[in-house]
Every structure is written in C-alpha cells, then in structure tokens.
C-alpha cells in the first residue's frame, strides 16, 4: 500500500492562487511572522545539510516536530496571506507558482513528523499527532476557503484557455481551482464555518482510529504457554515468537503477533485447532473488546462527519464525493468493477472450500471448516495438487538477496539504475538501511530508505513516502522510503520471507520507483501525488517481475548453499500461481465493498451500528462467506478510517487491470528489455500527474485497457 502523503499534496495544492484589489477581502487570521524564528536546538527549522537534505535523525527530539510544524502553519500562513494581498493583477507566476513555492518548513517537517507516526511512535508523538490533528484541518481551512485567495485561483483558471501555460502549468491550474471546490470555497459563509468545524473533527477522529489501532493490535495478540502448541511453527518462528513475549515482559513464553490483515501468517502452520482459533479470534476481534482501544464509536461518527461533508459539497455520499476526482469517476463505476467479479471469485472460493472440507473429512476431523482452518488446510491441499511446500520455499528467499539481487536487479535490467548501500546518513531506527540511487551515467536521482521489520511502534502493513519530494523549481531530488511489516528473525538467524513477503517488496519498490523518476516542475503533481486508482498502478506492475525467469533465478538462492532453487520447485510456483485466487479475490473484494458501502451512506441515515451494518452489507453484495472474512473488518481497516483511502479501496483492483494489460504490453514487446523500461519510464513512471493519466495510458499502451489479462492472472477466466 502506499501511505498517502494527504497533508503534503494538500499544502502543495493550496500553494495556488490570484488576486487584485478588487478581490474579496482575506479571511485569514492576521500572522505573526517573527513567531517562526529557529530555536537553535531544534534542527528542523533549517534545511538539512545533509546530502539531498535528508533528516538529521541524529539530532531530532520528539519534542521539536509539534513547534516545528506549528510554526510551519504561521510561516505559510504569512506567505500565503503575502500572495493573496498582492496588488498586482493574478499571473501564474505570483500566485500559483508562488503558492508551490510556500511551506517549505511546514513540509519538510510535516514529511518526518507523519513518517514517524506510522513507522516509529510513541506517546509523545501520539500525544502530538492528536494535538496537531484539528490544527493541521484548520490550517487547511484557512487556506481553501478563503475569498480573496480563492478569487485569484479562479481568475486564472478561467482565463487558463488564453493564458500562454505550458501543458503542466495548465494542469497544475486545473488541480488548484477543483482542490479550492471540493474543499468548499463556493460555500456561502454558514457552509464555510460548518466546514471547517467538520474538517477539524474529521482529522482528530482519523487519527483517533489510528492511535487505538495501533494499541489494539499491540494488546491483541495471543500468548502461548506450552510450546507443544506451536506444533507446525519452525525453529525460527517460535524463536521470533519467545522474543516478541520476552519484550512484552512475559520471558518464557511465546507471543503470536497480529499483522494487520484478518488472517495470520501462523495460520498456515499451526497444527493446533484449539490455538488457531484463538489467533483468529484475536484477529477479528481486536478493536471490538469494548475497552479504550475499540475503535466502533470513533468510526460512527467519523462515517457521519464525512457524508456531511460530502453533502454540503453537493454530494450525495462521501463516495460520490472521494471518487469524483479518480479515474473511475463515480462509485457505481467503482462498485460495477468490484460486483462484476463476486460471482465468478465466490464461485472459485466456494469450491476451494470444497477441497479443504474433503481434507478435513479425509482426516476424520469431525468439524466444517472455518476461516482459522483455511490456510492451514489451503497449504495442505496445495501440497496435494501442486507439491508445493512453504517451508521449502522460505530458505531461498533471503531477504537481502531477494533485494539486491531481485527487487534491485529487476529495476536496473529495465531502468539503468543502481543501488549502493551507505552507513553514513542518521536514520530513525536501527533495523532501518539507506541507499544511493543512482542512474545509467551515475548521476544520482534519489535517496532510498528501507525498513523492513515489524515492531510494536509501527502500524500495520507496507507503504512508501518521501521525506523529500521531487520539485523541478528547487532541483531538490525525491528522498524516499518503504516500510515492511516483516517478522523480524531471532539474533543470529536469517530473515527469511514468504513468496507474500518477496511480492511486497516488489510491490513498495514499484511506488519508489514512481518516486525516483518523477519528473515534473511543480511538486502538487509530482511522483505518487496522482488518482487513487493510479497510483497503485506502477507498484502492482513491478510485482510481475518478482517470477520473471531472469529475475527468479538471480535471488531465488539458498540461505545456507547459494544453489539456486531447484527448476522443478521454481516450476511449482509458477504452476500454483492461480491457487487460492477465489479466497484471496473474495476476501479483497469483501473489503472492498465494505469501503463502498460505509461512504455510499448518505447524511440523513441515523448512525449506524457497526456490526450489524458490516453483516448486512456483506450480505447485500452476496460475499458473506463465513470460512472467507473480509481482508480487513470493518473496526481495523485502517486503509479507510485513518490511511487516506476513504471510498478509494476498490483503487487496487481498478490499478490491477491496468498493470495486467501493461504486463502484457511488455510480453507483446520483449519482456524485461531496457527498451521496454526506458519507454514505461517516460510514458507513465516520470510524469506524476502532470497531465491527463487516462489519455498517456492510452499512448503507452496503443488502446484502452482489457481486463481480460487480470481475469487470467487470477484464474477467474
């Protein structure tokens, strides 16, 4: 996933505007611009001497990201105020231009300070992020719905058709007028006020969800006393396991983790039905327990204060209102997409569940199948049909060869880039890697962080983002970052992932390379700041190459030997590839829906009852599988409730059928060929969304995209 960036692309979009004296009065607060001197120990309020201007980890406290970004706000504010004062008749170059030059500290600290709070938090940046929540919204606010500024943006926007503009700096005008609108600046004064009261409720609630979840998550996971249950788990697992309870102060047992997901890793190798249950249990359940982390109150409100939202912007939902600027357009063209694909995926899941019951039965296991048995199950039934054993998998999937060697490899095959490890840059945490990225001539394009590992001071799942942005009027060269949730490997053992695992690396590497090689002017429209249902194209498309027959065979290697998987086991893979395609459809799709359904809810509803509402829903769109729960419930899907991907989900199926179609384009054309990559480059990787992504799709690939290389990757065809 990538972890949107939203406080940055809205900065970015409000650094637009126009203004003469005949312009609105300014609303916004009179600024006292001296308030933004530096303190001398708080290295955030100048620019980092470091290479690319990378953060000094070294020399940041927790206690300097609340004033740092504070003052921020009252030095863009001051900037902002500064454009839209101005006397001078509006020009792209005073007001827009000026506009994506302003908030230089408030994004450069804004970057670091959210970076944190997702991948290595504490109670002081919790207590922060929570202060800054209602601020940060209204510093928005502030900026959007006022007349004045909003007066220049529009009078450059009407007259965009005369204005001597290049095609991105007309683009640029688009993106600024529609971000003032849908933030409410056609809103009369009343509207204006409620806005801004519901943007400021809507920001603390968001990271409400987050703050509980992540407390939830760390609170649900399942300690075990008797090692005999871990039966199934290898070595390094339960090692991994007895670390993650002596860290969590209970030396001498085992603690089984949650990842973010509804299913769990050990779910697959557990032979104990008893714990198994027990595992998914505390899975579905973990923010539901009724006690300071239960997330359901938070997410009532928080669906309400959106469909308000939505409704005063003249919306019918707040997915009408989400979708509205995507290349889907609306959410029954989101939704079309998702139910199109119930029937055929259920179908599938229904009679893989087959197999697995015939498995049970088989065994004498005297009970129907449930969600806690599928994976354990599913891998039997692969062994059966396909041969194919994880744990024989695992030892060629180091995670250093798999990156150098693979996700590396495959990008300097097909862009000319290399990666070279450095030790010299301060980073945040020590699990954390930094790398040179540099390109064909050796010129460097990017600085690259990885941290790959799973801790308690971490959310859930995977995303990228920059700490630097990519911004053709500083020259400044994107500084970017992955974070994993792998699980960490006791002292002295190898970190070795599933083929799940080696995919995501792929897949977040797709989204830094959307990152290296943006190439715009204008940072608004910069790297990954584009459509939800584009954004996850490139980083989707890149996970092909983790089986490309060069690729595989260049990391798929022995821990232990070096000897390169057998073919017979590479062959297995490959053949298996579609197994299990119905469940893991079905359990996208089911939260998919979730998503849709929740912000399809318009304003005058009553307040919904969490449970009850997810049941219903999941019934109503015929994916109410009992043995196939949604990826993510309702009351932990931090995607929707406090990652930016309100009514936006269905985005990774939508991205799916264009990075299938693109893959064929490449099969068509040669495969992994510098050529291929050079023109994917061009086309797609370094544009951002300096320009109409539905018609460059379209001059890539030669004509519209087909979903029928997606419907065949997945075996639904």
Known sequence: MLRPLLLSSAIALALVACGDRTAPESTMPATDTTATAAPAENALFTASTLPFQAPPFDKLKD????????????????????????????????????????????????????MLTGAHTNETLQAAEEALAPKLAEHSSAIYLDPALFARVKTIFDARDTLELTPEQKTVVEHTYDGFVRAGALLDDAGKAEMRKLSAEASTLSTTFGNKLL???????????????????????????????????????????????????????????????????????????????????????????????????????????????????????????????????TARARAELAKIQGVVDAQNGGFTAGAADWDFYAEQVRKAEFDLDESQIKPYFELD?????????????????????????????????????KDEDGTQ????????????????????????????????????????????????????????????????????????????????????????????????????????????????????TGEAMPQELVDKIVTARTFNQGYATTEYLSAALLDLAWHMLPADDAEQDVDA???????????????????????????????????????????????????QWFRENGGLTRENGQIFRDKILSIGHSRDLKVAYREFRGKEPSVEPLLEHRGLK
């Open 401 to 437: 060869r798999v990156l150098k060697d693979g996700v590396f490899f495959a990008a300097s095959q097909l862009y000319g880039i290399t990666a070279t490890e450095r030790t010299d840059i301060p980073v945040y945490h020590p699990d954390v890697r930094v790398f040179d990225i």
């Open 613 to 663: 509402f997810e049941k219903q829903a999941l019934a109503k769109y015929k994916v109410d599988m009992a043995a196939v729960p949604p990826r993510y419930r309702t009351s932990y899907f931090n995607h929707i409730w406090g990652g930016g991907y309100g009514a936006g989900y269905y985005a990774y199926f939508g991205a799916e059928v264009l990075d299938h179609d693109t893959f």
């Open 63 to 114: 206690a300097d990201y609340q004033p740092a970004i504070e003052a921020g706000m009252r030095q863009h504010l001051a900037e902002i105020r500064t454009i839209a004062d101005n006397a001078d008749a509006p020009t792209f170059e005073n007001t827009i231009e000026a506009m994506e030059r302003s908030g230089e500290l408030l994004t450069r600290s804004a970057n670091v300070f959210f």
């Open 215 to 345: 407390a939830a998550g760390n609170a649900g996971g399942v300690f075990v006393t008797d090692r005999a249950e871990l039966d199934g788990l290898d070595d390094a697992a339960i090692a991994a396991a007895a670390d993650a309870a002596k860290a969590a102060g209970k030396d001498g047992q085992w603690l089984l983790t949650l990842q973010n997901t509804t299913q769990q890793p050990v779910l697959a190798s557990l032979r104990n039905r008893a714990l198994r249950e027990r595992v998914i249990a505390a899975s579905t359940g973990r923010a539901e327990k009724g006690d300071a982390n239960d997330t359901r109150a938070t997410i009532q409100r928080l669906a309400q204060v959106r469909a308000r939202q939505a409704q005063l912007l003249g919306f019918p939902n707040y997915a009408a209102y989400s979708i509205a600027d995507q290349m889907a357009g609306t959410p029954e063209t989101a939704l079309k997409l998702l139910t199109d694909t119930v029937p055929a995926a």
């Open 445 to 560: 394009i990017a600085l690259f962080y990885l941290d790959p590992f799973k801790r308690d001071s971490k959310q859930g799942g995977a995303w990228m983002g920059n700490f630097v942005e990519q911004n053709g009027l500083t020259g400044t060269i994107p500084v970017v970052y992955n974070v994993e949730n792998f699980t960490k490997p006791a002292a002295g053992q190898p970190a070795l992932l599933s083929f799940d695992d080696v995919t995501t690396l792929f897949h977040e590497f797709g989204h830094a390379l959307h990152g290296f090689f943006s190439n715009t002017k204008y940072p608004s429209v910069a790297g990954t700041n584009t459509p939800r249902d584009f954004v996850e194209f490139p980083s989707q498309f890149n996970e092909h190459w983790a089986l490309d027959p060069k690729v595989f065979a260049n990391y798929a290697k022995h821990y232990q």
